[in-house]
């Protein structure tokens, strides 16, 4: 069985302070792993994807993440925060050939300015 | 490149009422596709799947149903609403190739009252 943690349900930061979201990830097989982003009331938007290429994954908006299978983790960073990035990120994990998916309990961020 | 669609973007409906809501995909053949659902501060619980037209597995036992009559169209309904079906309700689809991307669509508000 598959299963995705994410370790903060709320993160606070500062406009221009780097952002990290953590993500910690149960998997026997493989996986990929994804990071998706929700605005309110939007659907999700993919942020980035792991495939079992480079472990560091670069994304769009500035964001990347870092695939590190000692650890079993996937977290999501970006060096400076925009008003902008205020909003749920999910981290999701996909093993099975039917392509079900996993999902984290999701971060929600709160940039202040 | 491909889009995906939903509608109505937002639905007011009494309990006991019928339900219908629409997915279709473009600039694709022969995707999967998904309904997800997402409660008020919960993550996205997956309601059906489908790999091709009439194909339709239930993830989730519930007054719910999925159908597929075209290749792009994947519809969410119910005969009678409870209060409960009340959530955020988002379509996806993706290719076939195992661990393969989902794309989300911008999803239906639903309040049943």
């Known amino acids: 069985a598959q299963s995705v943690t994410q370790l903060d349900s709320h993160v606070s930061v500062s406009e221009g302070t780097p952002v990290l979201l953590r993500c910690n990830y149960s998997s026997s097989y493989s996986p990929s792993l994804f990071w998706y982003v929700q605005h309110p009331n939007k659907g999700l938007q993919l942020l980035l994807k792991y495939t079992s290429a480079a472990t560091l994954v670069k994304g769009i908006n500035g964001f990347e993440a870092e695939f590190k299978k000692s650890e079993t983790s996937f977290h999501l960073t970006k060096p400076s925060a925009h008003m902008s990035d205020a909003a749920e990120y999910f981290c999701?994990?996909?093993?099975?050939?039917?392509?079900?998916?996993?999902f984290g309990g999701g971060t929600r961020v709160l940039v202040k300015p | 490149s491909q889009t995906i669609h939903q509608w109505p973007a937002t639905l007011v409906q009494p309990v006991g009422s019928p339900l219908s809501l629409e997915c279709t995909v473009e600039?694709?053949?022969?995707?999967?596709l998904y309904w997800y659902r997402q409660a008020a501060g919960r993550g996205l619980q997956l309601l059906f799947y489908?790999?091709?037209?009439?194909?339709i597995s239930s993830e989730v036992p519930q007054n719910l149903s999925a159908s597929r009559p075209q290749d792009r169209q994947f519809i969410l309904s119910s005969k009678k609403l409870l209060l409960s079906d009340s959530g955020f309700y988002l379509c996806?689809?993706?290719?076939?190739?195992?661990?393969?991307?989902?794309?989300f669509g911008p999803g239906t508000r639903l309040l049943v009252l």
């Open positions: 996806a689809w993706s290719k076939k190739t195992p661990k393969e991307t989902q794309y």
């Open positions: 999701v994990v996909n093993i099975a050939a039917g392509n079900k998916l996993t």
């Open positions: 489908s790999v091709g037209i009439g194909q």
């Open positions: 600039g694709t053949s022969n995707p999967n």
